[in-house]
Every structure is written in C-alpha cells, then in structure tokens.
C-alpha cells in the first residue's frame, strides 16, 4: 500500500518556467490537498479538493493552478515560476472533511526557482 | 477558526518521558484535537487525536485538560527516533476547511 505518491522529488526551474507537480493516492480518499512548506515554517494549504471535479482555493492559492480529474491524482501547476515559490510541497489526502478524519502526506518535492 | 500555541522548541533525554504542551484557549465544543509530527526531510505523520476524553495509543498518549483549554502530547520513553518538529491543530468536528493549516510547531531535541 503506497499511500500518498509525490513525483518528482526534486526540481530547479529557471524564472518563468511552467511545470506539474504529480501526486496520487491508492486510499480511495475523496479529500485531498496541496501543502507549501517555507524553511523553518509550518505548512500553508494552497489548494483543496473534496472529489473528482471539484476544487477550492487555501491560504495561498496565488500562482498555482488545480484539477482533479479522477479520484487517485490531484495535480498541482506553476505557470511563469517565481523565486517566491521557492519551497517544499506537500500533497495529503484524507477520507473526508469531518473534524475526526486524519491526513495522509506524501514525503514531498522540494522545488527550487532560480 | 481557533488557533494553538505551542512552545519553539523542546529538549529530552533518550529513554525519558516527554510532555509537549499545546494551549487553546479559544476551542469551540466541537473541535477535535490532532497532533501530528514532521520528521527530518519526511512529510507530517498523523500521531493522536482526542475530543475530551484522554487518549492512548501505540505512538503516544494525549492529556486533554478539563477545561480543554489545552493539551499535552506524552511520549512515554523518547528515543532518537522520536527528534521531530511536533504540530497541535484544531479540527471542526463539524466538518469544513478549517483547521488545515499547520503553525510552526514544537521542534523536539532528543538528546542521547
């Protein structure tokens, strides 16, 4: 059981570059998120999505793109990157919203813009 | 949307009991309250998580005070496995976004 599979793992991309951020779950979960980690800060939720289909801006949604096509993958997109999006992202997913519900993470894909 | 306050940092010796603590004045009657940890270079791991009652398991145990105005994570025997950036959160029980983003976090030191 893989759980939360983040691909890649490591990325540098040069200022105004584009590029997809991969992740997928083999729990059937309905919930997942895309989380940004600056150093030495906690975690920032940038963009939600409760089900194939359907998806809501977090905290810091600005310069990033979603889609949710199906229910296993959940994309995350940097269009024109900036050294601002310097940062390691995190993408976790969970059964459902309720406030009982854990969240799987992924182990992360440290992007560095140049 | 209730926030936690937890110290910056926190140092142990390996083999001795660890209490984390977590304030939340402002928790509402339905929120829940979750710990999760950060391991070096490593995504958050679920921990615990409680609504009143104190709760056990194999990880860890959560002290919940009677008031619920805060929390204490227990690690029973700390061992250097156990150095980590430790996150309190508040979940509505009721459901909703709320409560998704992390703070800072405890960074617990385990020393050998």
């Known amino acids: 059981n893989a759980g939360v599979t983040q691909t890649p793992k490591f990325r540098i991309l040069k200022i105004g570059q584009s590029m997809t951020l991969q992740c997928t779950q083999d729990?059937?979960?309905?919930?997942m998120y895309w989380y940004r980690q600056d150093p030495g800060m906690g975690l920032k939720l940038i963009y939600y999505?409760?089900?194939?289909?359907?998806?809501d801006k977090g905290e810091v949604p600005n310069g990033y793109n979603v889609s949710r096509s199906t229910t296993e993958d959940f994309p995350l997109r940097l269009e024109l990157a900036a050294p601002s999006q310097t940062s390691v992202y995190f993408c976790?997913?969970?059964?459902?919203?309720?406030?009982?519900?854990?969240?799987?993470f992924g182990a992360g894909s440290r992007l560095t813009v140049l | 949307d209730a926030k936690t306050t937890q110290p910056n940092s926190m140092e142990s010796n390996e083999e001795e009991p660890v209490h984390l603590p977590c304030n939340h004045s402002?928790?509402?009657?339905?929120?829940?309250i979750h710990w999760y940890r950060q391991l070096p270079s490593q995504g958050p791991e679920y921990v615990i998580h409680?609504?009143?009652s104190n709760v056990n398991n194999r990880m860890a145990s959560l002290a919940i005070a009677e008031d619920r105005k805060s929390s204490t994570l227990i690690l029973h025997r700390a061992t250097l496995r156990d150095a980590a950036v430790y996150y309190c959160i508040l979940r509505d029980g009721r459901g909703g976004a709320d409560g998704l983003t992390f703070g800072k976090g405890t960074h617990l030191i385990i020393q050998p």
């Open positions: 976790a997913s969970s059964r459902d919203l309720s406030g009982a519900n854990v969240l799987t």
């Open positions: 999505s409760v089900g194939a289909g359907i998806t």
């Open positions: 402002t928790i509402s009657g339905t929120d829940y």
């Open positions: 409680g609504l009143t």
């Open positions: 729990m059937n979960h309905n919930y």
